[in-house]
């Protein structure tokens, strides 16, 4: 007897899915789509006599399990496609191999964009590294804070000097108000060891290695990225002007004694670079912390900004800040300066 129309026939299962999860699919299906009653399927659904003579290749089993639809000779039913399966799919492990190999190719674009930027600032004070002759002005101020913490002991001072480097060498020059200031802080100190000269310091903290560092920026600050990594490279503004910001991770020289009883190390340095590629400013900190002779634990930090200018074929510094911070055994030291170049054109 062939089964009633309307009746739910049997279906093969696709390859991918379990039995369950196709009835389930099944069941969402027929719920969702409106079900025509056992009458009307009856009326719309051709029946075929039982005795009627059967299409070639087909028996009797066989039009039994099909039901009442009509036999077409020589076509196959429609094969029942999953819908997880209608559209082109890629095997899990081929997507796998794809993500892998676009991180991949991502993470290899990174690094040769801040290998590029890094070979970029370094063919730029290689350029800037001249002989112009400069002259000007210098001024360095510093406050120093040391001693308990409950009682420190301030000292401040300043100097102004001048100066000219060109191929007859480097020539500095005390104002007369300078050297008379010198003068007159030696003589209130003389038999006075405690005496604080702090004019006489800050003169004897200007001298020509430091002036040499200044004028010649681009040596310097490649000296200080020599051992440096380049970790990320962003657009930013350094006072208003559009830049790159150039981040990097440092490992400074310590002597052995120094990493013996360092136990943490962080130091990294950031550098603005204008659209041309010259450097605008720079600023790097360094924080360590450790402990001598097993007991005091101690704390430095450290921190610099540079700013920078150019001066025909050089990159001299026109500012410099640099502020120290030193902790342990009960005692503080906190020491600040600021250097300020002022150049004469012409």
Request: proline share 7%; hydrophobic share 35%.
């Amino acid at each position: 007897m062939p089964k009633p129309a309307g009746r739910k026939q049997w279906r093969r299962p696709p390859l991918n899915g379990s039995v369950a999860q196709v009835r389930q699919r099944d069941r969402c299906a027929s719920r969702a789509a409106p079900r025509p009653s056992r009458n009307a399927a009856r009326a719309t659904t051709p029946r075929v006599a039982k005795n009627a003579a059967l299409p070639a290749g087909l028996t009797p089993g066989a039009r039994r399990r099909r039901g009442n639809a009509p036999a077409t000779q020589g076509v196959s039913p429609p094969p029942i496609e999953s819908p997880r399966r209608a559209g082109t799919r890629q095997p899990r492990l081929c997507r796998r191999f794809s993500t892998t190999r676009l991180l991949l190719c991502l993470l290899l674009t990174a690094t040769s964009l801040r290998a590029d930027a890094f070979a970029e600032l370094h063919t730029t004070l290689q350029r800037l590294d001249g002989a112009d002759p400069v002259s000007g002005t210098i001024e360095f101020v510093f406050a120093d804070k040391t001693g308990d913490e409950r009682k420190p002991q301030l000292s401040e001072g300043r100097a102004t000097a001048a100066f000219a480097l060109g191929a007859d060498g480097l020539r500095i020059a005390w104002s007369p108000d300078q050297l008379a200031a010198a003068r007159q802080e030696a003589e209130a100190g003389a038999g006075k060891p405690k005496q604080p000269a702090p004019t006489r310091k800050a003169m004897s903290k200007i001298d020509a290695a430091m002036i040499q560092d200044f004028l010649g920026a681009s040596t310097e600050l490649s000296r200080r990225l020599a051992r440096a990594t380049l970790l990320a490279e962003t657009e930013d503004c350094w006072h208003d002007q559009p830049a790159r910001l150039l981040t990097f991770k440092l490992d400074p020289p310590l002597s052995a004694v120094q990493k013996k009883v360092a136990k943490k190390i962080d130091s990294t340095a950031r550098v603005w670079v204008a659209t041309d590629g010259t450097p605008l400013a720079a600023e790097s900190t360094l924080r360590v912390t450790g402990r001598a002779m097993v007991v005091i634990g101690f704390e430095h930090s450290e921190q610099e900004t540079f700013t920078f200018a150019r001066f025909g074929n050089r990159l001299v510094v026109t500012s410099h800040k640099r502020e120290t911070v030193d902790e342990g055994g009960g005692q503080h030291s906190q020491k600040k300066t600021n250097v300020t170049l002022r150049l004469t054109e012409g």
